[in-house]
T-cell receptor
Framework: RKEVEQDPGPFNVPEGATVAFNCTYS??????FFWYRQDCRKEPKLLMS???SGNEDGRFTAQLNRASQYISLLIRDSKLSDSATYLC????????????FGTGTRLQVFP | EPEVTQTPSHQVTQMGQEVILRCVPI?????FYWYRQILGQKVEFLVS????????KSEIFDDQFSVERPDGSNFTLKIRSTKLEDSAMYFC?????????????FGEGSWLTVV
């Protein structure tokens, strides 16, 4: 079983739509959780950290369910510039030494 | 905004040749990393480096790989004898600290093609 699993997509949505991505992780000892964004052939960039209480940053909302080992990302009012691959990332410790990446979910926002 | 810089951006090498990928981490950062991403696959951790020594490495990081911080600014990844399966994008990254409040910043990557 993969340590971090995501639906690869692609998710094709119109501008203005709300889209949600899910991710599950297999190691219950995982301590830190993140969503990264990766544009085609570019480096991953941190979108947001994910906390147990849930957190929001503008149009983006992340949730963590430790009991179900499940992480989600909600994007409201999608923009064309949101088109990218969204990577679910976990770390086994409170250190960020070793990040474990999912394969990513591809989002394509169309006009 | 400070950034991690990597050179070369793209290198083509023959199988069996040695390759050195170079990185300049963000200047006040103390933790350095190499990750790789084979085309179409996920980003994979290779090694972390702190206080002039490897702090953790993955099973990918075998004896063919080595890292070095030869001076106060550069951080290098050496692949001694490249194989076809080493073809990938190699990302250098750095962070100020290692706690969960610290962000890891990635460089733009070095695309290695082994032929």
């Amino acid at each position: 079983r993969k340590e971090v699993e995501q639906d690869p997509g692609p998710f094709n949505v119109p501008e203005g739509a709300t889209v949600a991505f899910n991710c599950t992780y297999s190691n219950s000892a995982s301590q830190s959780f993140f969503w990264y964004r990766q544009d085609c052939r570019k480096e991953p960039k941190l979108l947001m950290s994910v906390y147990s209480s849930g957190n929001e940053d503008g149009r983006f909302t992340a949730q963590l369910n430790r009991a179900s080992q499940y992480i989600s990302l909600l994007i409201r009012d999608s923009k064309l510039s949101d088109s990218a691959t969204y990577l679910c990332v976990v770390s086994r410790s409170y250190n960020t030494d070793k990040l474990i990446f999912g394969t990513g979910t591809r989002l394509q926002v169309f006009p | 905004e400070p950034e991690v810089t990597q050179t070369p951006s793209h290198q083509v090498t023959q199988m069996g040749q040695e390759v050195i990928l170079r990185c300049v981490p963000i200047s006040n950062h103390l933790y350095f990393y190499w990750y790789r991403q084979i085309l179409g696959q996920k980003v994979e951790f290779l090694v972390s480096f702190y206080n002039n020594e490897i702090s953790e490495k993955s099973e990918i990081f075998d004896d063919q790989f080595s890292v070095e911080r030869p001076d106060g600014s550069n951080f290098t990844l050496k692949i001694r004898s490249t194989k076809l399966e080493d073809s990938a994008m190699y990302f250098c990254a750095s962070s100020e600290g290692a706690g969960s409040g610290n962000t890891i910043y990635f460089g733009e990557g070095s695309w290695l093609t082994v032929v």
